[in-house]
């Protein structure tokens, strides 16, 4: 309970830390002292300073009063707080996934090429997955340059190209073909925007 409290503090006063620091901003950058805002606003002085010292959390009417004088939507500075939190829960989950998606594109290749048990089709099958996999994630990315888009989506290709470089080796990298999947993966991740501005 005391912890479930504990989170609620913080969240408000996260809330009241942002809400104060864009009052103060705004207040700046209009070319007001709180002085001023105070007397245009008809507010106390000591309250308009210990809102943006985040003693005090601005309600009601004083909140719509200094919304007033510094000409700004309420909604901007309560939508602030909560549009910075998702942006990073949505960090967080792209992470995730990125992670999650280059760990599934290696085991895909490595099984293919590396695997004991892998025949000549199996590994002509990772090199068309090699070029088909990083091709649709071109296709759905085609604004990120060449460079984020193979760091983002090939980081896995290139930690799996240095794992197997200590484990084995390059002769068994390159003679199992899976280090060629991995050069033609990372190649099409890397050039692939280029590609497809061509065929269009």
Same mark, same amino acid.
């Given at each position: 309970m005391n912890e479930l409290l504990l989170l609620g503090l913080n969240k408000s006063n996260k809330q009241m830390n942002l809400i104060a620091k864009k009052i103060s901003e705004i207040r700046k @950058?209009? +070319? $007001?002292?709180?002085e001023e805002l105070a007397e245009r606003s008809k507010i106390n002085l000591r309250t308009i300073q210990r809102i943006e010292n985040s003693e @005090?959390?601005?309600? %009601?009417?004083t909140l719509n009063l200094i919304c007033d004088v510094l000409q700004i939507d309420i909604t901007e500075l309560i939508s602030a707080e909560e549009s910075r939190t998702n942006n990073i829960g949505t960090k967080i989950i792209n992470g995730f996934f990125l992670l999650a998606l280059n760990m599934v594109l290696m %085991?895909? !290749? #490595? *099984?293919l090429t590396l695997d004991s048990n892998a025949n000549?089709? @199996?590994k002509f099958g990772g090199v068309i997955l090699s070029f088909f996999l990083p091709y649709c994630i071109v296709t759905l990315t085609k604004k990120m340059i060449g460079m984020e888009r193979m760091l983002k989506f090939g980081f896995g290709y290139i930690t799996y190209f240095i794992l197997i470089m200590i484990m084995h080796g390059f002769p068994i990298g390159f003679g199992t073909g899976l280090f060629p999947c991995l $050069? !033609? +993966? $990372? @190649?099409? $991740? *890397?050039?692939? #925007? %280029?590609l497809i501005k061509y065929l269009d």
């Amino acid at each position: 309970m005391n912890e479930l409290l504990l989170l609620g503090l913080n969240k408000s006063n996260k809330q009241m830390n942002l809400i104060a620091k864009k009052i103060s901003e705004i207040r700046k @950058s209009k +070319g $007001l002292t709180q002085e001023e805002l105070a007397e245009r606003s008809k507010i106390n002085l000591r309250t308009i300073q210990r809102i943006e010292n985040s003693e @005090s959390e601005p309600r %009601g009417k004083t909140l719509n009063l200094i919304c007033d004088v510094l000409q700004i939507d309420i909604t901007e500075l309560i939508s602030a707080e909560e549009s910075r939190t998702n942006n990073i829960g949505t960090k967080i989950i792209n992470g995730f996934f990125l992670l999650a998606l280059n760990m599934v594109l290696m %085991g895909l !290749i #490595g *099984y293919l090429t590396l695997d004991s048990n892998a025949n000549p089709n @199996s590994k002509f099958g990772g090199v068309i997955l090699s070029f088909f996999l990083p091709y649709c994630i071109v296709t759905l990315t085609k604004k990120m340059i060449g460079m984020e888009r193979m760091l983002k989506f090939g980081f896995g290709y290139i930690t799996y190209f240095i794992l197997i470089m200590i484990m084995h080796g390059f002769p068994i990298g390159f003679g199992t073909g899976l280090f060629p999947c991995l $050069l !033609i +993966g $990372l @190649s099409v $991740l *890397y050039f692939g #925007g %280029g590609l497809i501005k061509y065929l269009d």
